[in-house]
Every structure is written in C-alpha cells, then in structure tokens.
C-alpha cells in the first residue's frame, strides 16, 4: 500500500464527520479513496476505536466521536437518517419515540421506533436500541419537523402519530396506554394535521380515535374525525386484544369500550 493510501480511510472519517454526517458505506469509502473494498475494511479493523459497524447491506459504519464513546454510539437522531438513507430504506421515528419528541412522554422511551415498509430485526448500538415496524401507507404519512436536533430527522406527525399509536396499541402497550399518550399530544395537535393524516388510516383506527377524542374532551378534533366518515359504520372493538360483548356500543363511532375508557 502507498504512502498516500495508508490512513487513507481515518482522513475521509474525519471529513465525513466534519461535514456534519456520522455514518458511511464502505462503497462510499472505496469510491473516494480509490482502494478496493477489501483494503477499506481492513483500514476499518485498525478503527475500532471509533467507528461501529451498522447492521445490515450496503456495509455501513458510525463514527463515534470521543464524547460519545463510553454510551457506545452517539444519539440516535445524530445518524439515523443518514443510515436510513445509506439502507435506502424508507422510514419515520413514530409511536412513543415521536410522541416523545412532540412532547408526549408519561415516562423515558428506552427503545426508538421507526416505521418502516418491510421487515427488519431490531439492533442495539451500544446503549441505544432500535426497532422496526412495518407499514404500507409509510409514503403517505403526513411528517413534522423537530426544532433543534442535530441532523435531519423524519418524525411523524402529532396527529399521524395518534392514529399509529391506536393502529400499533399491541406495539406500545395498549390502548389504555396509546390514550394516555395522545392525551399529552393534544397541545401540538390541530384540525389541519387531523385532516391530512386522516386518509391513510383505515375507517375502524378512525372511529377508534374519533372514540378516544371525545373521551379526552377534545371535541374539536373528534369532529374532524367524525367529519371523515360515513354515515353508516361496522362496530368495532376498542382493543382488538381483548374481549369485545355486542353491548355498550358508544354512538356516534359504532364502538364497542371493552377496555373501561369511559
């Protein structure tokens, strides 16, 4: 290997990072450098000191700056997208982790969850762990973006955060809990948001919602709902989960509260 080659790799980490990014692809670093796929990983290996390797294809690397070395990884928001982005994989932070970052958080989210279109195992990085959950509609979901982060993040938004809290209620602890946490996203929440992320739900977490709404006295917002949809509805349980007696329906939303909401 050149003179010029060796540390070749270390000098374009320290651009990567001096750029404001964290995370690259080996093919990236190949690319730039001109060695072989093989010379870059073995330049890798004398790394790992500062840099982690990322799951899955294309290859992909975080560089971990000292401050964040003894966590094991930088936050999450520091490098998500761009690993996103690397995996050209589409995606979103959403259920507790954006209602979090909304504002919403009855207690500290320890797992980051993103939505995502097909299937992937979750992973941890040194002490922050992540896990995806698969949706059709990921492209249509209505984002909000978050004021001061450290890098571009795509978050759901206060009210396509809601309707994912009732579709996922398995995902976050049921519907009990998903309430709980709308609740807290009502402050950041209006009918304009409501109106763009109604139609990518489906017309059973709509009524759910609507359902959840009125119960919080955010009659405003549960009007909106109502305004979606049609006038003759199929019942529906609150918590597919759990029990469902044809009694108690709750009108106008066809709803059967088999959870005690009310």
């Known amino acids: 290997m050149s003179t010029r080659n060796h540390g070749a790799v270390a000098r374009l980490l320290d651009q990567t990072q001096g750029r404001g990014r964290l995370v690259a692809s080996t093919h990236e670093l190949a690319q730039q450098s001109g060695l072989s796929l093989l010379a870059v ?21 975080l560089i971990v700056p000292p401050e964040h070395r003894q966590r094991g990884a930088p936050p999450i928001d520091h490098w998500l997208d761009d690993y996103c982005r690397a995996q050209q994989r589409p995606y979103y932070v959403g259920l507790l982790s954006a209602a979090a970052l909304h504002g919403s958080a009855q207690q500290a989210v320890q797992i980051t969850q993103v939505m995502t279109t097909t299937p992937k195992r ?29 890098a571009p993040l795509a978050v759901s938004s206060p009210e396509a955060t809601a309707l994912d809290l009732i579709a996922f209620a398995h995902c976050v602890g049921g519907v009990n809990r998903a309430a709980d946490i709308i609740s807290g996203l009502l402050p950041v929440m209006s009918n304009t948001g409501w109106r763009d992320a109604l139609p990518q739900a489906t017309e059973p977490d709509r009524q759910r919602v609507g359902y959840i709404l009125e119960v919080l006295g955010a009659q405003r917002f549960a009007n909106t709902v109502k305004a979606s949809l049609p006038l003759k509805l199929r019942t529906v349980a609150l918590q597919t989960t759990m029990p469902s007696p044809d009694t108690d329906v709750k009108q106008p939303w066809q709803v059967i509260d088999n959870i005690g909401l009310r």
């Open 122 to 150: 979750p992973f941890a990085i040194g002490a922050i762990h992540v896990e995806f959950h698969v949706k059709r509609q990921l492209r249509e979901t209505p984002l909000t973006p978050i004021k001061g982060l450290a």
């Open 41 to 61: 990983k073995r330049q890798l290996e004398h790394l790992t000191d500062r840099v982690v390797r990322l799951p899955g294809r294309p290859s992909c690397f």
